[in-house]
């Protein structure tokens, strides 16, 4: 599938590789060949300059604390759907020096998932959608909970970019949609994107939080009511040349206000998810000796961060232009 950005009065259309429109764009900056398939490579860069705070344990910024309790609500009405991997489990271990969520005396809390049973894409699936819709939501936890790494193309109400591609490509302005380049499939409704996705990269069962139908719906909408439309809106801004990457997951309420500032400033982002039971966890620690998230790389200008606050900041800074 071929991406093209085009904002008015900005001229011919170009890739977010800047290419001519009339090449396509392969799924990331950064894949690995295996068995002649393209592999995306969830590792951290190697070369980016760290700014901000570096990982570091959870704190609350004075200024933040109504929009993380705001952002912490959805966890609780959804019942953590989007917290864990599917079949997560912990267990105490003797430290190996590996990643684990606790460590004491000695000891970790080792977290396991069958994540790395299940089939997994070749290809980035990309997603349009937006933070503020119920629907999107529950596409957005079965990417977390098959631990799935997703090209996210956000459409927030006014923008000028991606949800013209969407009426494009698919005839309507409807949110979510999925285009699945390892299956050739593209597809509207939130009900049989999840049915696609765990039935291609998990083992074909839906969890019951995603399968209740309107009681899902429903209190997927109550989930989003606290933030009152954040993440919905679009803010003006320039297009970066490539897609950021962001490591991330779905309940998260730290996680979900860097997404909602994305998706306000229209920027395309490559999701690692990270969800608990997540072995892509251990390349956060192996690079950085401790795991945290949200962590943000944008290889436009080779920087990378973590911390929430600065993470926002850094986006209005660099890509906002109101």
């Known amino acids: 599938m071929m991406l093209t950005t085009q904002r008015p009065g900005h001229g011919a259309l170009h890739d977010l590789a800047g290419r001519p429109a009339s090449q396509p764009i392969n799924s990331q900056r950064r894949c690995l060949k295996v068995q002649g398939a393209l592999k995306v490579d969830a590792a951290p860069s190697k070369n980016f300059k760290l700014i901000g705070s570096g990982p570091k344990p959870f704190s609350l910024k004075p200024q933040q604390a109504l929009a993380l309790a705001a952002a912490s609500f959805p966890m609780l009405i959804r019942f953590g759907s989007g917290a864990f991997g599917v079949g997560y489990s912990s267990a105490f271990k003797d430290d190996d020096g590996k990643y684990g969520v606790v460590k004491v005396g000695g000891k970790k809390?080792?977290?396991?998932?069958?994540?790395d049973t299940f089939n997994r894409p070749n290809k980035l699936i990309e997603i349009y959608e937006f933070e503020g819709c119920p629907f999107c939501r529950?596409?957005?936890?079965?990417?977390?909970?098959?631990?799935l790494d997703v090209a996210y193309y956000p459409c927030p109400a006014g923008g000028p970019t991606w949800r013209q591609k969407v009426k494009?490509?698919?005839?309507?302005?409807?949110?979510?949609?999925?285009?699945?380049?390892?299956?050739?499939?593209s597809m509207y409704e939130s009900?049989?994107?999840?049915?696609?996705?765990f039935n291609n990269y998990g083992d074909g069962k839906v969890p019951w939080g995603l399968s209740l139908g309107i009681l899902t719906a429903l209190s997927?909408?109550?989930?989003?009511?606290?933030?009152?439309?954040?993440?919905?809106?679009?803010?003006?801004?320039k297009l970066p040349k490539q897609p950021l990457e962001l490591w991330s997951y779905e309940s998260s309420p730290f996680c979900k206000i860097v997404r909602e500032k994305l998706v306000s400033l229209e920027i395309p982002f490559v999701q690692h998810t990270t969800v608990r039971g997540s072995p892509k966890r251990q390349l956060i620690f192996d690079k950085y000796g401790k795991f945290a998230v949200p962590y943000l790389e944008d290889p436009n200008k080779k920087v990378a961060m973590f911390?929430?606050?600065d993470i926002i900041q850094y986006l209005q800074d660099t890509y906002a232009t109101a």
Do not use: W
Request: charged fraction near 25%; proline fraction near 6%; include cysteine.
């Open 109 to 115: 809390v080792e977290e396991r998932s069958q994540l």
């Open 307 to 309: 911390e929430s606050s």
């Open 168 to 185: 494009q490509k698919g005839g309507k302005a409807s949110f979510p949609y999925m285009v699945d380049p390892n299956t050739g499939v």
């Open 191 to 197: 009900d049989d994107i999840v049915k696609h996705l």
């Open 220 to 237: 997927c909408t109550l989930a989003l009511l606290p933030r009152l439309g954040a993440g919905s809106r679009y803010t003006p801004s």
């Open 138 to 147: 529950k596409v957005r936890e079965a990417v977390t909970i098959l631990d």
